[in-house]
Structure formats: structure tokens, C-alpha cells
């Protein structure tokens, strides 16, 4: 139960995470709100209604000396709740005379007026704002000054004061709407938080779980697909990765019994004749000979499939270093050809040239060296009954395109794509090489991509396979 509780309540887990930021979101926004609905809103209703009354009273020093100034000041006071009156150098207001509209604003308090006048005549600016006290009406008011001057040179005061009305009964209401709000908001937070998290966390906990099957050695496990295209390429991508760790366990497993079968062999052999050599062959020079040929062709073969296996390795690794230059593949083909001979002698192959005197390509010579071994090798385990292996070299423009061809059976079509594979052994059933080891197309492949090499394999049943791969030729 605890372990359980624990799991839940796991606070770096995925689902956790969104669930916190996505109330504490919603607490930010509610929050937010808070300062500027309670705690701000005195503040901001204070500072619109003195920006109001400044744009107005600036916009009346302008409007001074029309015609129509009076109706000006009368729609504006009355609209505005504003009292406005032109006053002259003794604080008596002179402007607006019109008495005889009703009803007007808030008569002048002839007592503020001195006051007034001596705050205006200290501005450099000729025009002043501030908040003062209406001890008549308990209640703060704005208050804004300008001079003007009149039609004989004399100063007048344009004097305007505005109230500042109380906003706590709007303060109360709106703070009862808000703990309202704040309350549902959180609630809702709470529970549409935890769906989302739950719902973007599922396939992703799906993904883990499948993943932890998978590095069991469970590859028969299949990734599903979510609500979501990143977790369904995620997901694409896992299931691919399964299917190919799934062919590079089968093929290692192969490889492990086919390498097991190539070191059991020749092992065994050299352990036979070597006691043959002890207990039967040791005083005849003859047969001594022959079996000691025997140990060293077993022996060979042994460091030819080492080697093998370290090439692959190297090459996949990128330990060897790629030396390109210009050299001439035909050269490289015949010196090659030099160490099938034997074959040529003792099992009847033919190997069939067909080039050019001289083809220059550029390349790393000794690696190309290696792949052309390696293919020839590959013809030679695998052709037909006549033993026949034929090499072109063919000049294809800018290119030269080298092809090593068998008489063999061929190779079936749904294997052509697998054949470059690491392991991969046609057809499943190994067959101990002449000279090689099986692993030579890996390296090939390896070798050729380091050169940014195209390369291929047309195979036709019983009608042999052609292995071919392309070098920029140096003319």
C-alpha cells in the first residue's frame, strides 16, 4: 500500500509535474486578478480620474477666448460632475455668468480660493494638479489650476475640482465575486489538471512499461500508438528499433554457432593430425609433411576468420583511417587473383578479367583491396559446378564500375536486402568458406559507404549473382 502511494504521489513524475504547473497557473491568474480588482483598484480609479480632469483642464486653456468657451465649460461640468469656474486675481469667479441654468455642480468655496491661487503662482509651469480634502464633504478631491490672461493683461485662474468618489461598496461586490471565482477556478484547475496530466501521461507510462519488457530480451513486445503525433513517431520509431534488435539478436546467434562451427573445425584438425604427428607420422618425413601442411592450412584459416571479425570491427568502428590517392584498380585485381591460385591448382576454379589494361580510380588503396578480396572470395564459396568467376571493370564515364560475377544458384529476392547485414548468412545454412569466413559483405558495405560508394547485387535464379560497386576514375 505504501509502495503504491508512493508511486502515485511520485513528485517527478510526468503527471505530477503538469498537475502543479497547471494550478499553480490558475492560482497565478486568480492571483493576478486579486491585486488589480482589490488591491489596485484604488489606486487605478485615482490615477484615470486625475489623467480625466488633466486632459480636461488642458484642453479648456486651449479652448480659452471662443465664442462658445461658456457652453463649453457648462457641458463638461455638467457631464463630467466637474465644478469649473474662470476666477480672477482676489479668488472671485468671474466665469461662467449664466446663473440661470439649473441645476448647476457644487457651488465654489470662496475659502479655498486664496489657497489656490497662492499654490498656482509658485508653478514655474503656470499650472498645477493635487489632491486635496473636502472637509464639507468628507471626501477627497481633485483639484487643477492654469493661468490665463485676460482681455486687459490681467491674470485669471482657471480653477477645476472634480470628486473622488467611493469605490468600497464596488470594492465589497467585486471581492465577493472574486472569492466566488477563486473558489470554482481552483476547483476546475484542480480537476481538468489532473485529466490533462493523466492523458498525456498514459502513453508515455504505456512507452516506459514496453520499454522495460524490451530490455528484458522481450522482442516480441509491440509499442502502441497514442493520441499524440511525437508519441506515435516516438512510438514508429521504438517499434522499428524492436524489429531490428530482434534480427541482430537471431543473426548473432547464428553468428555465435556459425563462428563456433568455423573455430571447432579447424581446431579439431590441427589437434588430430598434431597427434597423429606425435603417435604415427613422426619417424615418416612423408606423411610428417602432410599432416603438418594439414595444421598449417587449419591454422590459417583460424587468423583469416580473427582477422575477418577484427576488420568488420574496425571498420564499423572507424578506427582505420580512410588514405585516398590515385592507384590502378587492374594492378590491385591481378596481385589479388596471385593468391587464389592455389585454387586454380588444386580445386579447378577459373577467374575470367575482363578490363582494360590499366584503370586509374582514386581511393583508399588497401581497403578497395580488401573489398575486392572479399567479393571474389564470396564468388568463389558460392559459384556453380564450373567453377567460374569472371571480373569486369567497365568504364562508365566519370566512374568505372567493378563487378564480380558467379554461375552460382543465386540469391532469392526477399533476401537481396538483408544479404549486406551484419551476421547475415544466405539461405540460413552456413557453409564453411574455401577461403573467407562469411563476414566479408559487412566490411565490404562499411568500406564502400566510407568512400560514398554506390554499390549493389543483381541475382538471377540459377543464373548466378553479379556483386558490383562504383570508384571515381582519375583520367
Same mark, same amino acid.
Given at each position: 500500500?505504501?509502495?503504491?502511494?508512493?508511486?502515485?504521489?511520485?513528485?517527478?513524475?510526468?503527471?505530477?509535474?503538469?498537475?502543479?504547473?497547471?494550478?499553480?497557473?490558475?492560482?497565478?491568474?486568480?492571483?493576478?486578478?486579486?491585486?488589480?480588482?482589490?488591491?489596485?483598484?484604488?489606486?487605478?480609479?485615482?490615477?484615470?480620474?486625475?489623467?480625466?480632469?488633466?486632459?480636461?483642464?488642458?484642453?479648456?486653456?486651449?479652448?480659452?477666448?471662443?465664442?462658445?468657451?461658456?457652453?463649453?465649460?457648462?457641458?463638461?461640468?455638467?457631464?463630467?460632475?466637474?465644478?469649473?469656474?474662470?476666477?480672477?486675481?482676489?479668488?472671485?469667479?468671474?466665469?461662467?455668468?449664466?446663473?440661470?441654468?439649473?441645476?448647476?455642480?457644487?457651488?465654489?468655496?470662496?475659502?479655498?480660493?486664496?489657497?489656490?491661487?497662492?499654490?498656482?503662482?509658485?508653478?514655474?509651469?503656470?499650472?498645477?494638479?493635487?489632491?486635496?480634502?473636502?472637509?464639507?464633504?468628507?471626501?477627497?478631491?481633485?483639484?487643477?489650476?492654469?493661468?490665463?490672461?485676460?482681455?486687459?493683461?490681467?491674470?485669471?485662474?482657471?480653477?477645476?475640482?472634480?470628486?473622488?468618489?467611493?469605490?468600497?461598496?464596488?470594492?465589497? #461586490?467585486?471581492?465577493?465575486?472574486?472569492?466566488? #471565482?477563486?473558489?470554482?477556478?481552483?476547483?476546475?484547475?484542480?480537476?481538468?489538471?489532473?485529466?490533462?496530466?493523466?492523458?498525456?501521461?498514459?502513453?508515455?507510462?504505456?512507452?516506459?512499461?514496453?520499454?522495460? #519488457?524490451?530490455?528484458?530480451?522481450?522482442?516480441?513486445?509491440?509499442?502502441?500508438?497514442?493520441?499524440?503525433?511525437?508519441?506515435?513517431?516516438?512510438?514508429?520509431?521504438? !517499434?522499428?528499433?524492436?524489429?531490428?534488435?530482434?534480427?541482430?539478436?537471431?543473426?548473432?546467434?547464428?553468428?555465435?554457432?556459425?563462428?563456433?562451427?568455423?573455430?571447432?573445425?579447424?581446431?579439431?584438425?590441427?589437434?588430430?593430425?598434431?597427434?597423429?604427428?606425435?603417435?604415427?607420422?613422426?619417424?615418416?618425413?612423408?606423411?610428417?609433411?602432410?599432416?603438418?601442411?594439414?595444421?598449417?592450412?587449419?591454422?590459417?584459416?583460424?587468423?583469416?576468420?580473427?582477422?575477418?571479425?577484427?576488420?568488420?570491427?574496425?571498420?564499423?568502428?572507424?578506427?582505420?583511417?580512410?588514405?585516398?590517392?590515385?592507384?590502378?584498380? #587492374?594492378?590491385?585485381?591481378?596481385?589479388?587473383?596471385?593468391?587464389?591460385?592455389?585454387?586454380?591448382?588444386?580445386?579447378?576454379?577459373?577467374?575470367?578479367?575482363?578490363?582494360?589494361?590499366?584503370?586509374?580510380?582514386?581511393?583508399?588503396?588497401?581497403?578497395?583491396?580488401?573489398?575486392?578480396?572479399?567479393?571474389?572470395?564470396?564468388?568463389?564459396?558460392?559459384?556453380?559446378?564450373?567453377?567460374?568467376?569472371?571480373?569486369?571493370?567497365?568504364?562508365?564515364?566519370?566512374?568505372?564500375?567493378?563487378?564480380?560475377?558467379?554461375?552460382?544458384? /543465386?540469391?532469392?529476392?526477399?533476401?537481396?536486402?538483408?544479404?549486406?547485414?551484419?551476421?547475415?548468412?544466405?539461405?540460413?545454412?552456413?557453409?564453411?568458406?574455401?577461403?573467407?569466413?562469411?563476414?566479408?559483405?559487412?566490411?565490404?558495405?562499411?568500406?564502400?559507404?566510407?568512400? !560514398?560508394?554506390?554499390? /549493389?547485387?543483381?541475382?538471377?535464379?540459377?543464373?548466378?549473382?553479379?556483386?558490383?560497386?562504383?570508384?571515381?576514375?582519375?583520367?
Amino acid at each position: 500500500m505504501v509502495v503504491i502511494l508512493k508511486n502515485r504521489l511520485d513528485v517527478n513524475s510526468l503527471k505530477f509535474k503538469l498537475w502543479t504547473y497547471f494550478v499553480l497557473f490558475a492560482a497565478t491568474i486568480m492571483t493576478i486578478l486579486w491585486l488589480l480588482q482589490i488591491v489596485f483598484l484604488n489606486t487605478y480609479y485615482k490615477s484615470m480620474k486625475t489623467n480625466e480632469i488633466k486632459k480636461i483642464g488642458d484642453s479648456l486653456v486651449v479652448e480659452y477666448g471662443k465664442d462658445d468657451f461658456e457652453d463649453i465649460i457648462y457641458t463638461i461640468s455638467f457631464s463630467k460632475g466637474l465644478i469649473i469656474q474662470i476666477l480672477n486675481e482676489d479668488g472671485v469667479p468671474i466665469f461662467p455668468m449664466n446663473t440661470s441654468f439649473d441645476p448647476r455642480p457644487p457651488k465654489f468655496d470662496f475659502m479655498e480660493s486664496r489657497k489656490f491661487i497662492d499654490k498656482l503662482e509658485k508653478e514655474d509651469q503656470e499650472k498645477i494638479l493635487y489632491t486635496t480634502e473636502d472637509f464639507r464633504l468628507g471626501r477627497p478631491t481633485i483639484v487643477y489650476g492654469a493661468v490665463l490672461q485676460g482681455q486687459n493683461g490681467e491674470n485669471l485662474y482657471l480653477y477645476i475640482n472634480g470628486l473622488l468618489d467611493p469605490i468600497d461598496s464596488t470594492t465589497f #461586490v467585486l471581492k465577493n465575486q472574486l472569492i466566488i #471565482v477563486t473558489i470554482i477556478s481552483l476547483l476546475l484547475s484542480l480537476g481538468l489538471s489532473f485529466i490533462i496530466a493523466s492523458k498525456i501521461s498514459k502513453p508515455i507510462t504505456q512507452v516506459t512499461n514496453a520499454a522495460s #519488457v524490451l530490455a528484458k530480451g522481450n522482442y516480441n513486445i509491440v509499442f502502441e500508438k497514442g493520441d499524440y503525433t511525437e508519441i506515435d513517431n516516438l512510438v514508429s520509431t521504438l !517499434n522499428y528499433t524492436t524489429k531490428e534488435l530482434s534480427k541482430v539478436e537471431e543473426l548473432r546467434r547464428e553468428l555465435i554457432s556459425n563462428v563456433s562451427h568455423d573455430l571447432r573445425t579447424p581446431l579439431t584438425l590441427i589437434k588430430s593430425y598434431a597427434e597423429m604427428i606425435r603417435d604415427i607420422s613422426g619417424d615418416n618425413p612423408e606423411k610428417r609433411k602432410s599432416h603438418v601442411n594439414v595444421i598449417i592450412d587449419e591454422s590459417d584459416r583460424l587468423t583469416t576468420l580473427v582477422n575477418d571479425i577484427l576488420d568488420l570491427s574496425k571498420v564499423e568502428a572507424n578506427l582505420s583511417q580512410m588514405n585516398h590517392e590515385e592507384f590502378d584498380v #587492374v594492378g590491385t585485381t591481378k596481385d589479388i587473383l596471385k593468391r587464389f591460385l592455389i585454387l586454380e591448382e588444386k580445386e579447378g576454379f577459373t577467374f575470367i578479367l575482363n578490363c582494360d589494361d590499366e584503370v586509374k580510380v582514386c581511393g583508399d588503396e588497401k581497403k578497395i583491396e580488401q573489398v575486392i578480396y572479399n567479393l571474389i572470395s564470396n564468388a568463389v564459396n558460392f559459384t556453380g559446378d564450373d567453377k567460374s568467376v569472371f571480373i569486369n571493370i567497365k568504364d562508365v564515364g566519370s566512374y568505372i564500375k567493378y563487378e564480380v560475377k558467379d554461375t552460382g544458384k /543465386g540469391i532469392p529476392k526477399e533476401e537481396l536486402d538483408h544479404i549486406w547485414d551484419r551476421y547475415y548468412m544466405v539461405g540460413k545454412n552456413h557453409k564453411r568458406a574455401v577461403i573467407g569466413t562469411g563476414l566479408g559483405l559487412s566490411i565490404v558495405k562499411n568500406i564502400l559507404m566510407a568512400h !560514398n560508394s554506390d554499390f /549493389g547485387v543483381e541475382s538471377y535464379t540459377n543464373q548466378g549473382t553479379i556483386f558490383w560497386f562504383q570508384l571515381k576514375a582519375n583520367k
